[in-house]
C-alpha cells in the first residue's frame, strides 16, 4: 500500500514569491495535518483538516493558508515567502480527525527560500 | 500552552551500551504522548506510544513509560546497534506538539 506522498520533493523559491505543496493522505484516511520543520528544531503544527473544513490551526500568519479536496488530498499554500520560512513541510494523515489516531508522515518537502 | 522537552544531543554510543533519552512534558489534562523516530533520508515514523498514565509503550526494543506524577516518558533502550543512528522526537496530544529531538549516533 503507498504511504503519504508529498510533491516536489525539493524547491527552490526567491524572496516574495508564493508556492504550493501537495499531499496525497493514506488510501481510507480524512484527514491530513501539516507540519514545518526548521533545521535542528522539531516539526512545528501548521493546520488540521478533515472532511475537507478546517479543524485545527497552529501559530502561523495569514501568509500560510491550505485546503482539502474531495478526495481528501491537500495542498498548503505560502505566500510573499520570507527566508525564514526555509524548511522541511511534513504532511500527515491519520484515519479521523479526533481525539487521538496515529498520524502517519510523508517525506516532506524540502523548501528553501533564497 | 502544551510543550515537550527534552535532553539535548547529541548522543554518541558504543554499540551494546544503554540508551536514555530524557523527555518531560506540560499539558493541561491527559494527553496522550510518543515517540518518533527520523532516520537519515526518511519521514518521521512512530516508535511508540502511550495513551494513559503507568502505560508502557514498546517497540524493536525500545521502551518508554507514561509517568504522570513526574510528567516525563523517557525513551529507554537496554543494547543500542548501529542502525538505532537516527534523531529521536518526543511528543505530545493530537495535533502533535514535538520536542526539538535527540540526535543518536552507535558506533560499532
Known amino acids: 500500500d503507498a504511504g503519504v506522498t508529498q510533491s516536489p520533493t525539493h524547491l527552490i523559491k526567491t524572496r516574495g514569491q508564493h508556492v504550493t505543496l501537495r499531499c496525497s493522505p493514506i488510501?481510507?484516511?480524512?484527514?491530513v495535518s501539516w507540519y514545518q520543520q526548521v533545521l535542528g528544531q522539531g516539526p512545528q503544527f501548521i493546520f488540521q483538516y478533515y472532511e475537507k473544513e478546517e479543524r485545527g490551526r497552529g501559530n502561523f500568519p495569514d501568509r500560510f493558508s491550505a485546503r482539502q479536496f474531495p478526495n481528501y488530498s491537500s495542498e498548503l499554500n505560502v505566500n510573499a515567502l520570507l527566508l525564514g520560512d526555509s524548511a522541511l513541510y511534513l504532511c500527515?494523515?491519520?484515519?479521523?480527525?479526533?481525539?487521538?489516531?496515529?498520524?502517519?508522515f510523508g517525506p516532506g518537502t524540502r523548501l528553501t527560500v533564497l | 500552552g502544551d510543550s515537550v522537552t527534552q535532553m539535548e544531543g547529541p548522543v554518541t554510543l558504543s554499540e551494546e551500551a544503554c540508551l536514555t533519552i530524557?523527555?518531560?512534558?506540560?499539558?493541561?489534562?491527559?494527553?496522550?504522548l510518543f515517540w518518533y523516530v527520523q532516520y537519515p533520508g526518511e519521514g518521521l515514523q512512530l516508535l511508540l506510544k502511550a495513551t494513559k498514565a503507568d502505560d508502557k509503550g514498546s517497540n524493536k526494543g525500545f521502551e518508554a513509560t507514561y509517568r504522570k506524577e513526574t510528567t516525563s516518558f523517557h525513551l529507554e533502550k537496554g543494547s543500542v546497534q548501529v542502525s538505532d543512528s537516527a534523531v529521536y522526537f518526543c511528543a505530545l496530544n493530537t495535533p502533535l506538539v514535538f520536542g526539538k529531538g535527540t540526535r543518536l549516533s552507535v558506533i560499532a
Open positions: 488510501s481510507g484516511h480524512k484527514s
Open positions: 500527515a494523515s491519520s484515519l479521523i480527525g479526533a481525539g487521538y489516531n496515529e498520524q502517519f
Open positions: 530524557n523527555c518531560t512534558y506540560t499539558a493541561t489534562g491527559y494527553p496522550s
